[in-house]
């Protein structure tokens, strides 16, 4: 309330040229969160909602509530000690490229709040993998949400060596997230899209799949989960094709999906390019998990997101077949606490109508979720991570 009301107006109209500066005092903020012991266990306490009705194993890891934030908010995981503050059972960082990216130029963010939408077109602005690692990885505290790596080809490497880049970003970032999120969906970055093509992406998949089982086996470890993430605009070909090459190179889960680039349906007249985000990607995004989960049988378990705002949306999601949600518009619309107010939210559905888990809403085809490759070994991914060579970092 306080933030839809008050908190929220303000910084709207105070950011109404460039929103982007709302996002980096965003940031900001929640670095200084991260740093200062008090603030954080005080607004943990507040935000998180433990719940064994909640927690779940997906991907051979252990979620302790299904709502996460989405790649795109934190790019250089600089934030990610206050964003566990937040409440949320996993986040993603990124998307990181290789090398530092200056991005497209400002304003590249609009807000539609007629819309409670978003248009981006930032272009993978970040700090490159290295500086990523140096100056914020190695130096997360609190370890306590399981984090996402989101990674992705830089601008100036061409389509044919695309493969190259994100081997290049799993052995450089392997010892530091619990997942890797492929992303070859972001309509800012020419070219990219092309790699879901079934010829392209059955390469790339097979190249990251050799690299993280030298990885694993180097570091002793075992196989962390990849999960392509893919866009909203595909074709019901496309995304068959998507599937099966998918399920065939034994991909451990699909993030449905990035941002639009259609405009239909839209309140506000708007002629920016760049992704959207929000409300009007709901209906795309809850289609395609509904289709993905009855095609596959539930043989790759589904992140979805676009245009979750409530409880109620999460719901409607994990009906659809998601076993995990994640939010970004979400969070800008409804405010920094909507990982506890969907939970809280879930909860009360749960009483409502005699749910006993989060599992029971997807039905019988979900519990194959839990048996993808990074599954295998039931044990907790991070009592196994031996020291053994320069790409396995002890980050836990
Ligand atoms: C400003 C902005 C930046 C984003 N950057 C990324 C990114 O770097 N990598 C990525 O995979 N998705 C990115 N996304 C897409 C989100 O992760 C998410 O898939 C999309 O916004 C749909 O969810 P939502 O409707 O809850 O926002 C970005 C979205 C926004 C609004």
Same mark, same amino acid.
């Given at each position: ?5 008050i ?6 109209r105070?950011?109404r040229?460039?929103?982007?500066i709302?996002?980096e005092?965003?940031i ?8 200062s ?9 507040y ?5 064994p ?8 890891l252990?979620f302790?509530?299904?709502?996460g934030?989405?790649?795109?908010f ?8 206050g ?8 986040i ?5 490229t ?24 930032m ?7 290295d500086?990523?690692?140096?100056s ?7 370890k306590e ?10 601008k100036?490497t ?35 899209r ?10 790339l ?7 993280m ?17 893919i ?9 068959d094709?998507i599937?099966e090459v ?5 991909m451990?889960g699909?993030?449905v999906?990035?941002t =639009?680039?259609? !405009?239909? #349906?839209?309140k506000? +007249?708007?002629?920016? /390019?760049?992704?959207?985000?929000g409300? $009007?990607?709901r ?15 539930g ?7 676009g245009?979750?705002?409530s409880?109620?949306?999460a ?5 659809a077949g998601?076993s995990?949600?994640?939010v ?9 606490f ?9 909860l ?21 979720? =839990?048996?993808g !490759?990074? #599954?295998?070994?039931? +044990?907790?991914?991070? /009592?196994c991570l031996?020291?053994?060579? $320069?790409?396995?970092q002890?980050h836990y």
């Open positions: 309330m306080l933030y839809k009301n908190v929220r107006p303000i910084l709207f105070l950011t040229e460039d929103p982007e709302a996002h005092e965003a900001r903020l929640l670095k200084f969160i991260g740093e012991k008090h603030v954080y266990r005080i607004l943990k306490k935000a998180t909602v433990n719940d009705r909640l927690s779940q194993r997906v991907f051979g252990g302790k509530n299904p709502v934030l989405a790649a795109g934190d790019k250089n995981a600089e934030a990610l000690d964003l566990e503050a937040l409440g949320f059972g996993f993603e960082a990124g998307t990181i290789p090398r530092y990216q200056e991005g497209n130029d400002r304003p590249r963010m609009f807000r539609l709040p007629k819309d409670k939408a978003l248009i981006n077109r272009g993978f602005n970040n700090i490159g993998a500086n990523v690692v140096r914020n990885l190695i130096l997360r505290k609190n949400s399981l984090l996402g790596i989101s990674i992705g080809k830089s100036a061409t389509f044919k060596n695309a493969a190259d880049d994100y081997v290049d970003l799993l052995k450089k970032l392997y010892g530091f997230g619990d997942y890797f999120a492929i992303n070859i969906s972001s309509p800012n970055t020419a070219g990219l092309a790699l879901q093509h079934k010829n392209h992406l059955e390469k998949l097979m190249a990251l799949n050799r690299e089982t030298q990885l694993a086996e180097g570091c002793n470890s075992r196989f962390k989960p990849i999960i392509p993430k866009d909203p605009d595909l074709n019901w070909t496309e995304l094709d599937l998918c399920v065939r190179q034994r451990n699909l993030i999906a990035n =639009t680039i259609r !405009r239909s #349906g839209l506000t +007249e708007i002629k920016e /390019t760049g992704g959207l985000s409300e $009007p990607l209906e795309r995004a809850l289609e395609m998990v509904r289709y993905i989960s009855r095609s596959t049988g043989a790759l378990p589904i992140i979805g997101v245009g979750i705002f409880a109620e949306d719901y409607e999601m994990f009906k998601a995990l949600i994640q970004f518009t979400g969070m800008i619309y409804e405010g920094p909507i990982a506890r107010n969907i939970n809280r939210g879930l009360e559905i749960f009483e409502r109508r005699g749910i006993k888990h989060i599992s029971e809403i997807r039905g019988p085809s979900s519990h194959k979720a =839990t048996k !490759r990074g #599954g295998e070994r039931d +044990e907790d991914i991070r /009592t031996v020291v053994r060579r $320069p790409g396995c002890p």
